[in-house]
């Protein structure tokens, strides 16, 4: 339950209208105590007229309200017709009010959970973009949005229907035993002798349910990956022809779930119906002891049907206990859950706030640079040393695995390196404000991502939304892909499909090397971006970068050498290291891993 109590500041913010659904509901609950008071009392008009009854009792023991009500319609002297007319109409006029307290219960409690649902779900997904890249290499996607979704809609229940019934079963439970005690404290006593072995029944079952419900959310994010993984790689499952293999193993997961599932519903099976056998025992006793007193004093006959009234109000509300603690000890687990990620803190740090923060502009040296995967302890870097001027163009080859893409993630500050330093302009690079700094960098990575968008807003999508069609499309032909996207059904408002799976891999890779370079950076990566393109393509498409970055700082990391570029230093990696260093003619008199490589790509070109 201690884990609730993280949602006590969304109560806070909402104060106004839970307070005033709070006063809904107790005023609702007032109504409906005052229904069997009229009854009883009605019961012992009958009473009166029947031989040999006894004198009426004094009416003190009913609420006050009551007590005014039966003294105005005393007062008129009506008839016995009249009396039981004007008291049913009162009944239901007590209906009507309560019925419309209920529905404005409703609209407060329920709307404002609703509210809360916004915003967690806004914490959320703020919270997540706030991660580092080495958190969602450890956690699921599925993971991740059965927490926004499956997980906050549980807690939703605690913060509208739960939270609603807990206060009105509170306050109709207090209502009813105040106006019990009122009229026979012995009979309220034996009425409410089965409560204890309710509460104990409650404490036990409700520790089960709490277990197997964070169970049952652990197996539904196995299951929720599963499917996501399914749904995203379908391309690969069917080509594999694996359709069978990854129903099974979607079988085991979901039979997995099902028990879990079906293990819960036999525990609440159990629950439910022993409430309502509680209520049943304690109606009987109401009736047993009741018909006992009024074989002794018939005027007690109004008092047993309105406790009978009483039980028969308290069957949902007492029922609901169990409905609402397993409500309860759900939303616990989810938000146990949430809690674990809410509290997780980003690796990557904003240390600077200020916007104005200096462009990112200057000489860029790595510093005796060491860095390891924390999830796998692979070294990427080991003692990496190298200065760029500014405008200077940079190609970096190497094996795969010898920290090409790494060194680029740590220009960006995707991670944090575990020894040495990244300079820019002689400003460590935790120094600039993270925002400031990855607006001036385009990072154009290997595995290339499109969102279900149109080719435009892909394009623009890491500037402001009402960048002018002309620069789009200035990018789009930098990029070698404008003619195509004219050719396209809705050329530049053409949907592109979820990761642009309408698309070629060669044109994916060319709208995001447009989406990068429309934001006119002032350092520019690109990561493998063109292994999809044909060399004509690419010969293109090298000719207009030469032209774009001619002022620029970039990058280029590749496996194949562009003859067409000139490269003021070229950066050769193994294993973390620098293992060769220099121009392009410097490296070809060294005779090594880049003359070799060099001349293979100038044999292929043959």
């Not at 197996?219 to 996501?228: F, G, R, V, Y």
């Not at 304690?282 to 018939?298: C, K, N, R, W, Y």
């Not at 280029?556 to 562009?562: A, E, N, S, Y």
Request: proline share 2%; hydrophobic share 40%.
């Amino acid at each position: 339950m201690k884990q609730l109590a993280s949602l006590n500041h969304f109560f806070w913010k909402y104060r106004k209208r839970f307070f005033i659904g709070v006063f809904f509901v107790v005023a609702s609950n007032y109504f409906a105590v005052l229904a069997p008071q009229i009854t009883g009392y009605v019961i012992n008009l009958v009473q009166q007229k029947l031989p040999g009854a006894k004198a009426s009792p004094k009416y003190d023991a009913h609420d006050s309200l009551v007590n005014e009500f039966i003294s105005l319609i005393n007062s008129f002297e009506f008839s016995f017709g009249w009396l039981v007319a004007i008291c049913s109409l009162t009944i239901l006029f007590i209906a009507i009010v309560r019925g419309i307290l209920m529905f404005f219960m409703r609209q407060t409690i329920i709307v404002m959970s609703r509210h809360i649902e916004f915003d967690q779900k806004n914490q959320i997904f703020q919270h997540y973009q706030q991660l580092d890249t080495n958190f969602y290499k450890t956690h699921s996607t599925g993971d991740l949005m059965n927490r926004m979704s499956e997980d906050v809609s549980r807690v939703r229940m605690y913060t509208g229907p739960a939270v609603m019934y807990l206060i009105n079963l509170n306050t109709l439970i207090g209502f009813c035993m105040v106006n019990m005690f009122r009229k026979d404290i012995q009979l309220t006593l034996y009425v409410l002798a089965p409560l204890p072995l309710l509460a104990i029944t409650i404490y036990y079952v409700n520790s089960i349910i709490n277990k197997k419900s964070e169970s049952i959310q652990s197996h539904l994010s196995n299951l929720t990956s599963n499917a996501q993984e399914s749904y995203s790689g379908i391309r690969v499952i069917k080509s594999f022809v694996q359709e069978k293999a990854m129903l099974g193993f979607f079988e085991k997961n979901s039979e997995a779930y099902k028990q879990q599932a079906i293990s819960l519903a036999k525990v609440e099976a159990f629950y439910f119906p022993s409430m309502t056998l509680m209520i049943g025992i304690s109606t009987l006793v109401t009736i047993f002891m009741g018909g006992i007193q009024a074989l002794e004093d018939p005027t007690k006959v109004g008092t047993i049907v309105e406790f009978v009234i009483y039980i028969n109000m308290l069957t949902f509300p007492v029922s609901a206990i169990g409905w609402t603690a397993s409500m309860i000890q759900r939303a616990a687990a989810s938000q146990k859950r949430l809690n674990e990620f809410l509290e997780t803190s980003p690796n990557i740090r904003n240390h600077n706030h200020n916007l104005d923060t200096e462009k990112v502009s200057g000489e860029i040296q790595f510093n005796n640079l060491s860095f390891t995967y924390a999830n796998t302890g692979i070294k990427a870097m080991q003692q990496f040393n190298l200065t760029i001027q500014k405008g200077e163009k940079i190609l970096i080859l190497g094996k795969t695995g010898s920290g090409k893409s790494t060194l680029a993630q740590l220009l960006l500050r995707f991670y944090e390196p575990d020894k040495g330093s990244i300079t820019i302009g002689g400003k460590a690079l935790n120094e600039f404000n993270l925002q400031q700094l990855r607006n001036q960098i385009s990072y154009v990575q290997q595995d290339v991502f499109l969102f279900s968008d149109t080719v435009a807003n892909n394009i623009r999508f890491g500037v402001d939304a009402s960048t002018h069609m002309q620069l789009v499309e200035k990018s789009a032909r930098f990029a070698c892909i404008h003619e195509e996207i004219m050719n396209f059904s809705d050329q530049y408002n053409t949907l592109i499909g979820e990761r642009g799976v309408t698309l070629s891999g060669g044109q994916k890779q060319r709208i995001s090397i447009a989406r990068a370079l429309i934001k006119n950076p002032e350092i520019v990566v690109f990561d493998d971006c063109l292994s999809a393109i044909d060399a004509k393509t690419e010969k293109a498409i090298i000719d207009h970068l030469y032209e774009y970055l001619e002022k620029k700082t970039a990058f280029i990391i590749t496996h194949r050498i562009p003859a067409s570029f000139k490269f003021d230093q070229i950066i050769v990696l193994e294993s973390g290291r620098i293992l060769e260093k220099g121009n392009h003619e410097t490296l070809l008199k060294l005779a090594g891993y880049y003359a070799n490589m060099y001349q293979q790509h100038t044999q292929d070109d043959k």
